[in-house]
């Protein structure tokens, strides 16, 4: 597959597989492209060549409905949560669940209680963005992202603008969630601490070769890889590699 911004490519020759169940990392350096990955793989973007395929389907060349049944699958959480301000938590993780269901209006707000609860924000249904902290804004979104029950969740660098100890618990949430809701989970990161806490499966992209230098687990890409560059990326700092 090619990733490409009119005739400027961004990535080539990419072709891995993410496995049911995986928590799966998209790695690299900075403006390697990780985010522009993502974005073909959510069906913001088109890639210029190749296909993208869901449990056998190719996504692109799907007509609309068929590739309408696919999103309704995806949970997505963007970097900086995308919340509305002007909603509470509550109306926020409704959204999803007012545009895709049936349900009536009872049973939405006790969904929404039920997903605000399993990320750790019972009780806060009536907050509004601007009056929880950063982590918990993160762990809103994530409410939102998991509404729908998706079978795939896709994160844009979860740990952005957290201290350490809230990048951690958003961590062990992940892992939580992939575990109770069985759900894949696909996440672009460059911190080492995070990809080597839950990442099972991951790509590396390089920004200079512009496309993949690795596939497999972190941690075992750490010991084995014989890349300089993956190797290079994956010992940074000793302190991140106590993180394993």
């Known amino acids: 597959m090619t990733l490409?911004?009119?005739?400027?490519?961004?990535?080539?020759?990419?072709?891995?597989?993410?496995?049911?169940?995986?928590?799966?990392?998209?790695?690299?350096?900075?403006?390697?492209?990780?985010?522009?990955?993502?974005?073909?793989?959510?069906?913001?973007?088109?890639?210029?060549?190749?296909?993208?395929?869901?449990?056998?389907?190719?996504?692109?060349?799907?007509?609309?409905?068929?590739?309408?049944?696919?999103?309704r699958n995806f949970g997505v959480l963007f970097q900086g949560g995308a919340l509305w301000t002007s909603m509470t938590l509550e109306e926020n993780v409704a959204l999803p669940l007012q545009q895709f269901t049936l349900l009536r209006q009872r049973e939405i707000?006790?969904?929404?209680?039920?997903?605000?609860?399993?990320?750790?924000?019972?009780?806060?249904?009536?907050?509004?963005?601007a009056e929880i902290s950063g982590g918990m804004r993160k762990r809103a979104a994530l409410a939102r992202a998991i509404a729908l029950d998706p079978q795939i969740l896709f994160f844009d660098e979860p740990s952005a603008g957290l201290d350490p100890i809230n990048s951690r618990r958003l961590d062990d949430l992940i892992l939580e969630l992939s575990h109770s809701l069985g759900a894949t989970v696909i996440i672009v990161s460059h911190e080492l601490a995070s990809i080597f806490t839950i990442a099972s499966n991951s790509v590396f992209l390089d920004g200079e070769t512009k496309?993949?230098?690795?596939?497999?687990?972190?941690?075992?890409?750490?010991?084995?890889c014989t890349n300089s560059t993956v190797r290079e990326f994956l010992h940074r700092g000793a302190g991140n590699e106590s993180g394993a």
């Not at 990392?25 to 069906?43: P, W």
């Not at 497999?216 to 084995?224: S, V």
Request: charged share 20%.
């Open 211 to 224: 496309t993949m230098l690795a596939v497999g687990d972190p941690r075992k890409l750490r010991k084995e």
């Open 109 to 129: 707000s006790e969904i929404c209680s039920l997903k605000l609860s399993l990320v750790g924000l019972a009780g806060f249904e009536e907050y509004y963005p």
């Open 4 to 71: 490409a911004y009119g005739d400027a490519v961004i990535q080539h020759d990419l072709n891995f597989t993410v496995n049911e169940g995986d928590i799966f990392v998209i790695m690299g350096g900075s403006g390697c492209g990780k985010s522009t990955l993502l974005k073909h793989m959510i069906g913001l973007m088109a890639p210029a060549q190749g296909e993208i395929s869901y449990g056998g389907n190719s996504f692109w060349p799907a007509d609309e409905p068929d590739r309408a049944r696919m999103l």
